[in-house]
């Protein structure tokens, strides 16, 4: 009987795959409201799972779509310069 368990690549997590899901998930929502047939729609929080708590290092405030002093380019509503929500991209 072969345990499927030790089958897994070295390195291959359920978690770095949720994680990377998530990620991909929050790309695609990013591409989607930024794309030019629907200029300046936004998204609302509830969809990006915006919390207005930084989530480690990551915050609004060092956001590529974070618009001082509190709006997002892609998020809809008053957005805290020390949130966080899924389409998170760091300033280049």
Known sequence: MTDHA???PEGFSRRK???FAMVGTGA??????ASPGIAG???PKKVVN???????????????SFQPPSACKLVDG??????????????A
């Open 6 to 8: 030790d089958s897994a």
């Open 17 to 19: 795959v949720l994680k």
């Open 78 to 91: 008053v957005v805290a310069p020390d949130g966080w929500c899924s389409i998170y991209a760091p300033k």
């Open 50 to 64: 915006y919390q207005a708590t930084p989530r480690g290092k990551a915050k609004c405030s060092t956001c590529a």
């Open 41 to 43: 729609a936004k998204v």
């Open 28 to 33: 695609a929502v990013a591409a989607t409201f």
